[in-house]
C-alpha cells in the first residue's frame, strides 16, 4: 500500500505563492499529481504529470501552477504562483502505479488564500 504525506499549505494572501510537497512511499509510478477540493465541491484534478511527455494542467491553473516531480526522491511539488481566493482548498497528493491502476491519496493538505 503506497503512503502519500503532504506539506506546504498554509494562509496566504492573494497575489502570493505557496510550494506543495508531497512524499510518496515506493517509487515507479506512471503518474502523480495533485487534486483540490474546494467546500461543497467536488475533488478535481489541478495538474498531473506521467513519468515522461508533458505534464497536464486544469485551466484555471495554466500558467500560475507548475508540477514537477523527482523521481529519485519519490517527491511531487506543486508551485502555486498569483494565488487567488478561489484557490481555496484543501489539495490532496495522488499517485497511480499506471494508468489502469486505482489511485492512491494523501490525506491533504490546506490552502487559504485571503483576499
Known amino acids: 500500500q503506497v503512503h502519500l504525506v503532504e506539506s506546504g499549505g498554509g494562509l496566504v494572501q492573494a497575489g502570493g505563492s505557496l510550494r506543495l510537497s508531497c512524499a510518496a512511499s515506493g517509487s515507479g509510478f506512471s503518474v502523480m499529481g495533485w487534486y483540490r477540493q474546494a467546500p461543497g465541491k467536488q475533488r478535481v484534478l489541478v495538474a498531473r504529470?506521467?513519468?515522461?511527455?508533458?505534464?497536464n494542467y486544469a485551466d484555471f491553473v495554466k500558467g500560475r501552477f507548475t508540477i514537477s516531480r523527482d523521481n529519485a526522491k519519490n517527491m511531487v511539488y506543486l508551485q502555486m504562483n498569483s494565488l487567488q481566493p478561489d484557490d481555496t482548498a484543501v489539495y490532496y497528493c495522488?499517485?497511480?502505479?499506471?494508468?489502469?491502476?486505482?489511485?492512491?491519496w494523501g490525506q491533504g493538505t490546506q490552502v487559504t488564500v485571503s483576499a
Open positions: 504529470i506521467g513519468s515522461g511527455g508533458p505534464p
Open positions: 495522488y499517485v497511480r502505479r499506471s494508468i489502469s491502476s486505482a489511485p492512491s
